[in-house]
């Protein structure tokens, strides 16, 4: 199979699996354990912490390590709502969201907080929107930082100044998911509270994640047990995973720069190829990344275009992984007509993507824009 639903999840890299498989067969010790097989243990963990914490720019003890986004967002926006212990009630969202945010502050709003979800203009979510958003009731701003759906970038740090600037107060958290190594951050010169990123996107296996907590931001516990994570997210923490989230993120942080142009190279390929196809529209257009292209075939549904590209050996999306059959509404959030989103196909880059292998997915797509039935 050619594999382009990088969106979706990554294939682990060797080096990130052989240093899982060096902690589960020899540093096998429990980090808090005081003997010697314990401290290489906590050693491989703090040398994990630290390589992760470069990638943000921030200090190794804003660091807490979790099984994936999913767990960091949920100790995120319910530990920055506090049960309602904060001064104020309200929190300010988009609408394009992944599940992973949507569905807290969908609960947090069945809690009693006032929500209020920002809208695009022109497709695109201005600082400006969302800063107007805040008075002195407001508690808690989450924004993500790159769409997982279409690839559009939002302007996090520019967001996290400009609430900060009108209510210190505010927390402001956001999903780095889509960005996390692929975008360069430095969270030392920013105004950004919490950020939830996730090890399987970036080639790391599944069931590892991180939450950047800023020094002095309060997050009471999510769960309860030890004093792992700071108390915040007890337990034995897994380090063949944390072992090989750091291994993985070393690789894609020393090959940020070449990732990125081998993905314009490789988008702008694609724009090439389909620009003369009246019935090919772009979804991903300026201020999006370069490694997620989001199109639409006119009169072909996604799942059968999807399918079609399965039968021909190709993996895309037709949205997000997580709302899977079910539409999620997000591109019709940021202007593209409901019949665009019913016939979105996403295309997300690895570094093991060729340009020959995408020529050979164009030619497919452009065969299935042919031989299947349109309705
Ligand atoms: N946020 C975004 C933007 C995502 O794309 C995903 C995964 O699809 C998540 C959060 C959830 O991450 P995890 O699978 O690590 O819980």
């Known amino acids: 199979m050619y594999y382009f639903d990088n969106a979706a999840t990554t294939k682990v890299l060797?080096?990130?699996?052989?240093?899982?498989?060096?902690?589960?067969?020899?540093?096998?010790?429990?980090?808090?354990?005081?003997?010697?097989?314990?401290?290489?243990?906590?050693?491989?963990?703090?040398?994990?912490?630290?390589?992760?914490?470069?990638?943000?720019?921030?200090?190794?003890?804003?660091?807490?390590?979790?099984?994936?986004?999913?767990?960091?967002?949920?100790?995120?926006?319910?530990?920055?709502?506090?049960?309602?212990?904060?001064?104020?009630?309200?929190?300010?969202?988009?609408?394009?969201?992944?599940?992973?945010?949507?569905?807290?502050?969908?609960?947090?709003?069945?809690?009693?907080?006032?929500?209020?979800?920002?809208?695009?203009?022109?497709?695109?979510?201005?600082?400006?929107?969302?800063?107007?958003?805040?008075?002195?009731?407001?508690?808690?701003?989450?924004?993500?930082?790159?769409n997982n759906e279409n690839g559009l970038i939002l302007p996090v740090e520019k967001i996290a100044t400009g609430v900060k600037n009108k209510n210190n107060n505010v927390i402001v958290h956001v999903d780095g998911v889509q960005s996390f190594c692929k975008l360069p951050i430095d969270l030392s010169k920013s105004k950004i509270d919490l950020m939830s990123v996730s090890g399987h996107k970036i080639n790391a296996p599944k069931g590892i994640g991180a939450l950047y907590i800023r020094e002095g931001v309060k997050i009471p516990p999510h769960s309860f047990g030890g004093d792992h994570e700071h108390g915040i997210r007890p337990g034995t923490e897994a380090l063949p995973l944390i072992a090989a989230f750091a291994a993985a993120a070393k690789i894609n942080m020393t090959n940020i720069q070449k990732s990125i142009n081998h993905y314009k190279n490789l988008k702008s390929h694609i724009l090439s190829r389909i620009k003369d196809n009246d019935e090919i529209k772009l979804n991903s257009k300026e201020n999006s990344v370069p490694y997620i292209v989001n199109i639409s075939i006119e009169g072909i549904g996604s799942e059968i275009m999807l399918h079609f590209l399965e039968s021909k050996e190709f993996c895309v999306s037709s949205g997000s992984a997580c709302s899977k059959s079910k539409k999620s509404g997000v591109l019709p959030h940021m202007g593209y007509s409901r019949e665009r989103e019913l016939t979105a196909i996403r295309i997300s880059f690895s570094m093991e993507n060729s340009k020959e292998q995408l020529d050979m997915l164009i030619d497919a797509i452009l065969q299935g824009q042919k031989n299947i039935m349109k309705k």
Not at 87 to 110: F, Q, R, W
Request: proline share 1%; hydrophobic share 35%.
């Open 14 to 146: 060797k080096e990130a699996a052989d240093e899982a498989r060096d902690c589960m067969l020899n540093l096998y010790g429990n980090p808090s354990s005081l003997h010697k097989l314990g401290l290489e243990a906590e050693n491989k963990m703090t040398a994990s912490r630290k390589t992760i914490a470069n990638v943000f720019g921030c200090k190794e003890k804003e660091i807490i390590f979790t099984s994936g986004a999913t767990e960091s967002t949920n100790i995120a926006l319910f530990g920055a709502a506090n049960k309602g212990k904060r001064k104020g009630n309200k929190i300010i969202t988009t609408e394009i969201e992944h599940a992973s945010v949507k569905h807290c502050i969908d609960e947090l709003e069945n809690m009693g907080f006032c929500i209020v979800r920002v809208k695009s203009r022109d497709g695109r979510y201005y600082a400006d929107d969302i800063i107007d958003a805040v008075d002195e009731n407001t508690i808690l701003v989450s924004v993500m930082h790159v």
